[in-house]
């Protein structure tokens, strides 16, 4: 999850900073493919995103849609090249609700998450939709007792992080 909030904001950070924007800039800049695909569309107010922006791979398939408000993303949905969805996140004050999922539309993780980084309770399932873990972060790392469970739902063991 990490991994994936990361490249979100390194992909933003990469567009907004690909090119000058001036302090006082208000409007849309959409970005082209040298195929003539359109890669991004981005609202800017005042020189920060702000508004709706959407992300498409080459073929023209919406990859990421999400808002943006003063600069702060707020919403994130990002897509599989098939258009089923891969992850979602929405935000308030940067803290929210963090979703991700297998191609096949089955919840993989859902958790909270704070600033980019892994907070409170999470869980995590195998594609076929059944619990295999779940237990609570604290600023990105693993804290307290964390269940790890078999197949069949039952529990195969408890493991203990300590608050660092």
């Given at each position: 999850m990490k991994r994936l909030i990361m490249l979100i904001f390194f992909s933003f950070i990469t567009y907004s900073f690909g090119y000058q924007i001036e302090e006082?800039?208000?409007g849309q800049i959409v970005k082209?493919?040298?195929?003539?695909?359109?890669?991004?569309?981005?609202?800017?107010?005042?020189?920060?995103l702000d508004g709706e922006f959407?992300?498409?791979y080459k073929d023209g398939t919406l990859a990421q849609i999400g808002t943006f408000k003063n600069g702060d993303l707020e919403s994130i949905k990002a897509f599989y090249e098939n258009g089923s969805l891969k992850f979602e996140e929405i935000l308030k004050d940067r803290k929210g609700?963090?979703?991700e999922y297998y191609p096949n539309g089955q919840l993989e993780e859902e958790g909270e998450a704070f600033q980019g980084e892994e907070a409170g309770l999470w869980k995590y399932y195998n594609e076929e939709g059944k619990l295999l873990s779940e237990g609570r972060y604290k600023e990105g790392k693993k804290i307290g007792k964390?269940?790890?469970?078999?197949?069949?739902?039952?529990?195969?063991?408890i493991e203990n992080y300590k608050e660092k």
């Open positions: 006082n800039f208000t082209k493919y040298e195929n003539g695909q359109v890669q991004s569309i981005e609202s800017f107010r005042n020189g920060k959407k992300e498409f609700k963090y979703r964390w269940k790890l469970y078999n197949l069949d739902g039952s529990l195969l063991k």
